[in-house]
C-alpha cells in the first residue's frame, strides 16, 4: 500500500523519519507532500495512494473524488473540521484522527499565552501574575483538562464547562463546574477556549459572551478562529478597552483588530499550538500505526464517519 503524507505545514524532519520507518517496516511505501501550494499539487499526489496522513490540510469532495485508491485518511491532530467525512463515506473511505496526541502542546501554548498578556508582552511597564486569578474553561477535552491542571499548578481557580460532561466528572477532573456559558465568561479573569468548529459552534462566541467578561479579562483562543463571531468580538474590544483577545488562530480582521487596539489583540503569525516535536512525534506515529492497523487487521478504533 502506498501512504502519502501531505502537509502544508512539515512536520520535524525526525517525525517524518520515524512515520517513514513505521510505514516501511510494516511493508508500505511511504510518500510526502510538504509544503504544497495549491490543492492541484494534493489532487495530483493523491491519485496513486491509498493512504493519506495530513494535518490541516483540506481534504475537499475533490480531493477525495481524485483519490481513486484512497481507503484511509488520518487527520494526524485533534480538530477534523478540514475533512470532509461525507464526501468520505461516499466514497468507503474511512476517516480518522489521532485524539490526545497532541493536546499537550497547545495545552502548554495556552498557558504561555496568558502569561504573555499577563505580562504586558514583555513591553516595559508593570504587568501581573496570573496566580491567584480565575480561569474559565470552556469545553473540558483533552486540551481543556490538561490547561486546568497547569493552570491549578500555577495556583489559579479553574472552572469549566463541557456540554457532554456532568458536573460531578468536571470536579473529577479538577475543575469547579459551572451552570451556563454567561457565568463562566462573566465569573473568570481568563478564558481559554477549547471547542470544535462545528456547525453549532461556528460564530457560537460573540459580543454578549465577551462583553460579560470582568474588568481586564483576557479570552484566549488555540481551538479555532471560525468559532468566534468576529464583529462581536471587535465590538466589544470597542466598547470595553480593559479586555485583551490573545489567539493561535488569527480572525479574518486581525489587520483591522491590531490597528484598533495594538498590543490588546495578539495573534501568531501562523498556528502554532501542535508544533513541538513531541506533538509532531505523538500526532505523526499515531497516524502511522493507525494506518498500518487498519491495513492489518481492520483496526478502525478511532474512525470518525462511521
Ligand atoms: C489540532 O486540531 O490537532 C490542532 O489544531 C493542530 O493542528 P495542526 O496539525 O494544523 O497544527
Redesign the pocket.
Known amino acids: 500500500m502506498k501512504i502519502l503524507l501531505a ?1 502544508q ?1 512539515p512536520f520535524a524532519a525526525s517525525a517524518v523519519k520515524e512515520i517513514r520507518k513505521i510505514a516501511e517496516d510494516a511493508g508500505h511505501e511511504f510518500a510526502t507532500l510538504e509544503k504544497y501550494a495549491s490543492e492541484a499539487e494534493l489532487i495530483e499526489a493523491v491519485k496513486d495512494a491509498d493512504a493519506l496522513i ?4 483540506k481534504v475537499t469532495a475533490k480531493v477525495i473524488e481524485a483519490a481513486d485508491r484512497l481507503r484511509i485518511v488520518v ?8 475533512l470532509d467525512l461525507e464526501a468520505c463515506s461516499a466514497r468507503g473511505v474511512v476517516a480518522m ?2 485524539p490526545g ?3 499537550n ?2 495545552a502548554e501554548l495556552a498557558i504561555c499565552m496568558m502569561i504573555y498578556m499577563a505580562r504586558k508582552q514583555f513591553t516595559p511597564g508593570t504587568g501581573s501574575e496570573i496566580q491567584g486569578k480565575t480561569l474559565g474553561i470552556q469545553a473540558f477535552g483533552n486540551v481543556g483538562r490538561l490547561v486546568g491542571a497547569k493552570a491549578a499548578a500555577l495556583g489559579m481557580r479553574v472552572k469549566a464547562i463541557d456540554p457532554f460532561l456532568s458536573p460531578a466528572q468536571i470536579s473529577a477532573g479538577g475543575a469547579e463546574p459551572v451552570a451556563d456559558l454567561k457565568q463562566l465568561y462573566s465569573g473568570c479573569d481568563y478564558l481559554s477556549i477549547h471547542i ?1 468548529a462545528t456547525p453549532q459552534t461556528i460564530g457560537s462566541i460573540g459580543y454578549e459572551l465577551i462583553s460579560s467578561m470582568p474588568e481586564g479579562a483576557v479570552l484566549v483562543n ?3 478562529k471560525e468559532v468566534i463571531d468576529e464583529a462581536g468580538l471587535e465590538r466589544a474590544l470597542e466598547e470595553r478597552p480593559d479586555l485583551c483577545y490573545v489567539t ?2 488569527a480572525p479574518d480582521n486581525i489587520a483591522r483588530l491590531k490597528e484598533k487596539f495594538g498590543s490588546r489583540v495578539f495573534a501568531t503569525p501562523k ?5 513541538t516535536l513531541e ?1 509532531n512525534l505523538n ?1 505523526g506515529l499515531a497516524a502511522a500505526r493507525q494506518i498500518c492497523a487498519f491495513f492489518k487487521d481492520g483496526d478502525t478504533r478511532f474512525q470518525l464517519n462511521r
Open positions: 502537509s505545514k495530513v494535518r490541516s490540510d487527520r494526524a491532530g485533534a480538530g477534523y473540521d478540514n484522527n489521532t496526541q497532541n493536546a502542546a497547545v470544535p488555540t481551538a479555532r493561535d488562530v498556528k502554532m499550538g501542535a508544533q506533538a500526532a
